[in-house]
Structures are given as C-alpha cells and as structure tokens.
C-alpha cells in the first residue's frame, strides 16, 4: 500500500466521521436540512480549509476533492433519514465517533505537511488544526463551547501525532495504523478517566477587588 492509499484511507475516515457529528450536532438544534448539510461540510472540511490557509495551500484545492464531497454528503443524507431512536444510539458513542475524526484527520493533515517537506513545528501545527479546526467551526456556529476548549485533553492527542510523523517520518500503513489507534485510545481514556490540562481561575482573586 503506497503513502497516498493511506493519506485517502485517513482523509475518507475523517471526512465521514465529522460530516455525520456536524450533521447530528445541527439536528440537536433543529436546523433544517440545508443547515444541516451545511453544518455537516463544514465540520468535515473546515479543519483542512484552516491548515491550507496558514500553510500556503490554495484554499480553491477543496473544489478538487469530488469524492470526498460526495462521501461527506451521502453521509449527511443517510444521517438525516435514520430514525431518531439509531441516532440516539449513535449519540452514546458520540465521544468514540469524534475521537476516530479526531485522529484520521490529524494523520491526515501531519502526513499532508511532511509530503510539502514542512519542518516538525508545521507538521504538529497542520495535524492539530486538521484534527480540531472542523470540530471548532462547528460548535461555534452552533452556539457551542468549541469541544477543544472543555475540560478533556483534546487537541494534546492531535499534536502528538503530528510530532510522531514528524520526528519518525513514519510513512508505513502499519506504523501509521497504530498511531491511528493509539490516538483513539488515549482520546477515549481522558474522556473516561477527565483528564484535564492545568488551568488557573481568576475568579477568587476578581471577586476580593471593591
């Protein structure tokens, strides 16, 4: 299997699992059906979109990705027609389906930046934004706290994986599957176990000012 089979394995994967979370997330807040392919597309692109922006890639190369345009808006439909009790279902694996978008598009977006011969910091920087921009776009536009800001480690998995490429050059499908599962893994565990990234508050010290 070639680098660029991969490269489309993670991207078709992504793409799926973010067009079917943007699409439920508009749902959740009765958007009708064009808001919810809208939202959909967005989710599944949006974190690509960012990444070409900051890295020098014309943003227009989205208009070239036929099959993933189609494959985000079949998903969308397939969603918009389930019955509501298999979307419930889907919604108690909500944080699995997330985490799988999560690390296919952060592989995506490190393995996109290492085939530009882009140094470590721009491979870790293009794996997060690809993992986390859609996601963002989405919870924004639907009056969200974007899921990268809670109290979970989120976008820590995607950078990881970008400085695993980055540092190893991984370019083999096997090498490049475990790290996909990896990230899950580890995604799944700070969602199970809350953990959290350090925070400080200022509440304590606003509230004792007159």
């Known amino acids: ?6 490269f489309h ?19 959740e807040e009765e ?3 064009l808001g ?3 939202l959909g597309l967005v989710t599944a692109f949006g974190g690509g979109v960012i990444r070409n922006l900051l890295i020098g890639v014309p943003v227009t190369t989205l208009w070239s990705q036929g099959l993933f345009l189609k494959t985000a808006g079949i998903a969308i439909l397939i969603v918009f027609l389930l019955p509501v009790t298999w979307i419930h279902h889907w919604k108690r694996s909500e944080a699995f389906f997330d985490a799988i978008g999560l690390s296919a598009f952060a592989i995506q977006g490190a393995l996109f930046a290492v085939k530009a011969n882009l140094p470590l910091s721009a491979v870790m920087v293009a794996a997060m934004l690809t993992g986390i921009g859609g996601g963002m776009i989405r919870d924004i536009m639907a009056g969200r706290k974007p899921l990268v800001l809670r109290d979970e480690i989120y976008a820590v998995w995607a950078l990881g994986a970008g400085f695993a490429i980055g540092l190893a050059d991984l370019k083999q499908p096997w090498g490049l599957f475990v790290l996909f599962l990896l990230v899950v893994l580890f995604r799944m565990l700070s969602v199970h176990y809350k953990w959290k990234l350090p925070r400080r508050s200022l509440r304590a010290s606003s509230g004792g000012q007159s």
């Open 36 to 38: 919810v392919f809208v």
């Open 31 to 33: 958007y009708d059906i």
């Open 1 to 6: 299997m070639e680098l660029d089979d991969v």
């Open 9 to 27: 394995i993670f991207s078709l994967i992504g793409t799926i699992a973010f067009a079917v979370s943007g699409a439920i997330v508009a749902m």
